[in-house]
């Protein structure tokens, strides 16, 4: 009875107390009246700060009296307003944000969490939605858009695949809105078209090794961020149709395309869909040749469909659920007429012929990604949950690679889960940031089978577990750190199977079938970690370091196809750990803006294809990669901006306390881009571009030939050329003009490969007419 009268007298006191707090609500707006979602508040008198929901809105419970309380968003403004409260009722303060010009764009690759690239201590590019409408009328190839827009990042195959086109000499990991789409367990280089431009908000490029996301991020990663929904509408939309053909013998090189996109909000509930279909026919070098159709992108028939429909379930609380489909088949009746390497005069070109096997390409892909966000589950802290799943099939071509012939396919099934929290802190008014930390669950199960059934790499059913933690510091609001780490804990299960024979180059005969390897697990653990320093206070000279470092199973279905062992424990099949040292900037003059960064890349041990024997295999040596970039844009007029970029990456490898060149399957030549944006009238943009590859020729031939990756690189440039006119708001007409100077040359990969069957040019003169009308 004591006790409970000693509760009910606390009781009675605290009620006072109680009566003594009011509640704050209100919303965070632009100047246009519109939401910014996930501002952040902040009450330094109590050390307090909370999040801003989905729809801007906020609320907390605060003590009786003054404060100030300060608004900031990502692009925007501070703004700091006073407030008194004096009542027990509810206390209502709006807060209307400036979009702050000096601020860059928004990211959130980097980190899982929204932040400016001012934030970001590593080198980020940004492709946005005006520069993928001008890529894409040149042409429509995610692998030549990113190539002629991000320094660092290897040159265009013109092919279906993109092997070789590494990130400053290292491998990437590609997702769509961070679905994994990269198959790391078994390359099949065709990761970077896996969906079509059409559905891409924009699309964000992390340079350096990185395990935000784990395994296969070893020189970066590229997400694609699917469009998003318009929020002023219940319905809104686009018309896409459009033609396009070579301009050197043009028959039968006409193609077209027609999509359709609709998007809107009705009261809790917004939607985006879109559906596009593009057929291509022969393409053409500049002489009028038809291209190889040996992984070429001649007659292609590409689907893509995509839906995201998100709800609101409060003001804390939104799911949303995203799903993409891509198919890109080729349809031809050409085969390859096979040149001889090293001779100009003797690419190897299309002819007509009867095309063995199935139609190669990416028969599907399937992505889906359900969603789950929630603000302020406990305090401030925000959860979101990420549940999906990748189905990925590619075909590549029938050759007789194989004994007796044969067309293998790569099939690849994800399944994962990510749980990403949130936790934002405030020491001071000039010391906050925020714990960034979760759990990645992820199920990979790929294999490759050729189309009659024979199993050339078993299935793979990796489990991988990885919990993680990123702390970001900012202090005295200019000076920011960042640092992290992740668990990486791997289980591969590999069946017993019985290896393949397959050709090798040197005798031309086949050898290696018949070896039964016993099944067996693989388990990989390791830590990698983060850290990164930047200041960016002077708009005319923003530094940052940064240290990190990635985790990958480099290709370990090449291991086990060229396997000569009878156990898993006999086969070297070690993951690379990859560090990546940084250093860089970006300064503002005025209408001047530069960007730099120097890296130095090292591992332990490498991921670079060389052939032994005849026989194709990864070499394991130490490997040192460093390199460099430089970006330039500057507005001349309001009307006409110009821009550049120059981007140098160099690698060896050491071999026996010798160093040798990595090959041109890993390093590329210098690359330069530049470009003149003019708006002669406020209505028409005009732009002209070029690409520019310098020269690289590392090895010399070995009995008069170059083997595998050693074949000299030598220098070629484009010009490329776009228009967009606007009749009005709703419809526009544009033109793309690839290779407007009909340049003749070969292309980077047709070099290095040192193979005459894949000694081929690239694209001769190629015009695209599309017209938009938008509602």
Same mark, same amino acid.
């Given at each position: 009875m004591k006790i409970l009268l000693l509760s009910l007298a606390a009781f009675v006191v605290s009620l006072p107390a109680l009566a003594q707090k009011t509640v704050l609500s209100g919303k965070i707006k632009d100047e246009q009246n519109q939401a910014v979602p996930f501002s952040t508040l902040s009450i330094p008198a109590l050390k307090k700060g909370l999040t801003s929901n989905q729809t801007g809105t906020y609320s907390i419970i605060l003590p009786l009296g003054t404060y100030a309380i300060k608004a900031s968003a990502v692009g925007y403004k501070s703004k700091t307003q006073s407030i008194t409260l004096s009542a027990a009722?509810?206390?209502?303060?709006?807060?209307?944000?400036?979009?702050?010009?000096?601020?860059?764009?928004?990211?959130?690759?980097?980190?899982?969490?929204?932040?400016?690239?001012?934030?970001?201590?590593?080198?980020?590019? =940004?492709?946005?939605?005006?520069?993928?409408?001008?890529?894409?009328?040149?042409?429509?190839?995610?692998?030549?858009?990113?190539?002629?827009?991000?320094p660092g990042l290897g040159f265009n195959t013109n092919r279906t695949s993109n092997l070789g086109q590494t990130m400053r000499g290292r491998g990437i990991l590609i997702m769509i809105d961070g679905v994994p789409q990269s198959t790391p367990l078994r390359n099949g280089a065709r990761d970077i078209r896996t969906i079509d431009p059409a559905a891409i908000e924009r699309v964000e490029v992390i340079k350096g090794a990185t395990a935000i996301y784990g395994n296969g991020a070893d020189g970066g990663l590229i997400n694609y961020i699917t469009k998003k929904p318009t929020a002023d509408k219940a319905i809104s939309g686009q018309t896409s149709i459009g033609?396009?053909?070579?301009?050197?013998?043009?028959?039968?090189?006409? @193609? %077209? !395309? +027609?999509?359709?996109?609709?998007?809107?909000?009705?009261?809790?509930?917004?939607?985006?869909? *879109?559906?596009?279909?593009? !057929?291509?026919?022969?393409?053409?070098?500049?002489?009028?040749?038809?291209?190889?159709?040996?992984? %070429?992108?001649?007659?292609?028939?590409?689907?893509?469909?995509?839906?995201?429909?998100?709800?609101?379930?409060?003001?804390?609380?939104?799911?949303?659920?995203?799903?993409?489909?891509?198919?890109?088949?080729?349809?031809?009746?050409?085969?390859a007429k096979a040149g001889k390497y090293g001779n100009p005069d003797s690419a190897t070109t299309g002819v007509l012929g009867n095309r063995p096997g199935k139609a190669e390409g990416t028969p599907y892909n399937h992505n889906v990604n359900l969603h789950y966000s929630s603000q302020r589950i406990v305090g401030g802290t925000d959860l979101d949950v990420n549940?999906?799943?990748?189905?990925?099939?590619?075909?590549?071509?029938?050759?007789?690679?194989?004994? %007796?012939? @044969?067309?293998?396919?790569?099939?690849?099934?994800?399944? @994962?889960?990510?749980?990403?929290?949130?936790?934002?802190?405030?020491i001071s008014d000039n010391w906050n940031g925020n714990f960034v930390y979760g759990l990645d669950v992820l199920s990979d199960k790929t294999s490759t089978v050729l189309t009659d059934g024979r199993v050339s790499v078993p299935e793979m059913n990796m489990r991988n577990l990885a919990p993680y933690l990123q702390l970001k510091s900012v202090f005295l609001q200019n000076l920011i750190f960042k640092a992290g780490a992740r668990f990486e804990n791997i289980n591969i299960d590999v069946p017993t199977y019985t290896t393949l024979a397959t050709r090798n180059y040197n005798t031309g005969g086949y050898s290696g079938g018949g070896i039964v390897v016993k099944g067996d697990a693989l388990n990989y653990n390791a830590f990698v970690f983060n850290a990164g320093l930047r200041y960016n206070k002077l708009s005319y000279f923003k530094p940052f370091i940064s240290f990190?470092?990635?985790?990958?199973?480099?290709?370990?279905?090449?291991?086990?196809?060229?396997?000569?062992?009878?156990?898993? +424990?006999?086969?070297?099949?070690?993951?690379?750990?990859?560090?990546?040292?940084?250093?860089?900037?970006?300064?503002?003059?005025?209408?001047?803006?530069?960007? @730099? +960064?120097?890296?130095?890349?090292?591992?332990?041990?490498?991921?670079?294809?060389?052939?032994?024997? %005849?026989?194709?295999?990864?070499?394991?040596?130490?490997?040192?990669i460093y390199g460099f970039e430089l970006a330039a844009d500057y507005a001349l007029l309001d009307e006409l901006t110009i821009g550049a970029s120059y981007s140098y990456t160099e690698g060896k490898r050491k071999i026996n306390d010798k160093e040798v060149y990595l090959g041109g399957d890993r390093i590329g030549p210098p690359k330069t881009t530049a470009y003149v944006s003019y708006s002669p009238l406020s209505n028409w943009l005009l732009r002209v571009q070029m690409l520019n590859a310098g020269n690289r020729k590392r090895f010399d031939p070995v009995n008069g030939k170059y083997s595998y990756g050693t074949g000299p690189m030598n220098t070629f440039t484009t010009f490329s050329f776009f228009s967009n006119y606007s009749f009005d708001k709703s *419809? *526009? =007409?544009?033109?793309?003009?690839?290779?407007?100077?009909?340049?003749?040359?070969?292309? =980077?990969? *047709?070099q290095w490969m040192s193979d005459s069957l894949s000694y081929v040019k690239g694209n001769g003169a190629r015009l695209t007419l599309n017209y938009l009308y938008k509602f």
């Amino acid at each position: 009875m004591k006790i409970l009268l000693l509760s009910l007298a606390a009781f009675v006191v605290s009620l006072p107390a109680l009566a003594q707090k009011t509640v704050l609500s209100g919303k965070i707006k632009d100047e246009q009246n519109q939401a910014v979602p996930f501002s952040t508040l902040s009450i330094p008198a109590l050390k307090k700060g909370l999040t801003s929901n989905q729809t801007g809105t906020y609320s907390i419970i605060l003590p009786l009296g003054t404060y100030a309380i300060k608004a900031s968003a990502v692009g925007y403004k501070s703004k700091t307003q006073s407030i008194t409260l004096s009542a027990a009722d509810t206390v209502y303060l709006d807060f209307t944000l400036e979009q702050d010009a000096k601020l860059q764009e928004v990211i959130i690759s980097a980190s899982r969490k929204q932040e400016t690239l001012d934030e970001v201590p590593s080198s980020i590019n =940004i492709i946005g939605t005006k520069d993928l409408a001008v890529q894409k009328t040149i042409n429509n190839n995610l692998s030549e858009i990113l190539a002629n827009t991000v320094p660092g990042l290897g040159f265009n195959t013109n092919r279906t695949s993109n092997l070789g086109q590494t990130m400053r000499g290292r491998g990437i990991l590609i997702m769509i809105d961070g679905v994994p789409q990269s198959t790391p367990l078994r390359n099949g280089a065709r990761d970077i078209r896996t969906i079509d431009p059409a559905a891409i908000e924009r699309v964000e490029v992390i340079k350096g090794a990185t395990a935000i996301y784990g395994n296969g991020a070893d020189g970066g990663l590229i997400n694609y961020i699917t469009k998003k929904p318009t929020a002023d509408k219940a319905i809104s939309g686009q018309t896409s149709i459009g033609s396009s053909n070579f301009l050197v013998a043009p028959k039968h090189t006409f @193609g %077209g !395309q +027609a999509g359709q996109l609709l998007s809107g909000t009705v009261h809790n509930l917004d939607y985006v869909v *879109s559906g596009r279909y593009e !057929q291509t026919g022969l393409s053409r070098d500049a002489n009028g040749d038809v291209l190889s159709p040996e992984y %070429g992108l001649n007659d292609l028939r590409m689907w893509n469909a995509f839906a995201k429909v998100g709800y609101n379930i409060n003001a804390n609380n939104r799911l949303e659920l995203m799903y993409n489909y891509f198919s890109s088949k080729q349809n031809t009746d050409y085969i390859a007429k096979a040149g001889k390497y090293g001779n100009p005069d003797s690419a190897t070109t299309g002819v007509l012929g009867n095309r063995p096997g199935k139609a190669e390409g990416t028969p599907y892909n399937h992505n889906v990604n359900l969603h789950y966000s929630s603000q302020r589950i406990v305090g401030g802290t925000d959860l979101d949950v990420n549940l999906y799943l990748q189905d990925f099939y590619t075909l590549l071509s029938s050759s007789n690679f194989f004994e %007796g012939n @044969g067309q293998p396919g790569n099939l690849s099934k994800k399944k @994962g889960l990510r749980v990403n929290l949130n936790s934002p802190f405030l020491i001071s008014d000039n010391w906050n940031g925020n714990f960034v930390y979760g759990l990645d669950v992820l199920s990979d199960k790929t294999s490759t089978v050729l189309t009659d059934g024979r199993v050339s790499v078993p299935e793979m059913n990796m489990r991988n577990l990885a919990p993680y933690l990123q702390l970001k510091s900012v202090f005295l609001q200019n000076l920011i750190f960042k640092a992290g780490a992740r668990f990486e804990n791997i289980n591969i299960d590999v069946p017993t199977y019985t290896t393949l024979a397959t050709r090798n180059y040197n005798t031309g005969g086949y050898s290696g079938g018949g070896i039964v390897v016993k099944g067996d697990a693989l388990n990989y653990n390791a830590f990698v970690f983060n850290a990164g320093l930047r200041y960016n206070k002077l708009s005319y000279f923003k530094p940052f370091i940064s240290f990190s470092q990635s985790f990958s199973i480099g290709d370990l279905g090449l291991v086990l196809r060229s396997a000569t062992e009878n156990t898993l +424990a006999d086969i070297t099949t070690k993951a690379v750990t990859a560090n990546n040292y940084e250093a860089g900037f970006s300064s503002t003059f005025g209408k001047l803006n530069i960007e @730099g +960064a120097a890296y130095i890349s090292t591992s332990k041990l490498g991921a670079s294809y060389v052939f032994v024997n %005849g026989k194709a295999q990864i070499a394991r040596s130490p490997e040192r990669i460093y390199g460099f970039e430089l970006a330039a844009d500057y507005a001349l007029l309001d009307e006409l901006t110009i821009g550049a970029s120059y981007s140098y990456t160099e690698g060896k490898r050491k071999i026996n306390d010798k160093e040798v060149y990595l090959g041109g399957d890993r390093i590329g030549p210098p690359k330069t881009t530049a470009y003149v944006s003019y708006s002669p009238l406020s209505n028409w943009l005009l732009r002209v571009q070029m690409l520019n590859a310098g020269n690289r020729k590392r090895f010399d031939p070995v009995n008069g030939k170059y083997s595998y990756g050693t074949g000299p690189m030598n220098t070629f440039t484009t010009f490329s050329f776009f228009s967009n006119y606007s009749f009005d708001k709703s *419809s *526009s =007409i544009q033109l793309g003009v690839e290779n407007i100077l009909n340049k003749d040359y070969f292309t =980077i990969p *047709s070099q290095w490969m040192s193979d005459s069957l894949s000694y081929v040019k690239g694209n001769g003169a190629r015009l695209t007419l599309n017209y938009l009308y938008k509602f």
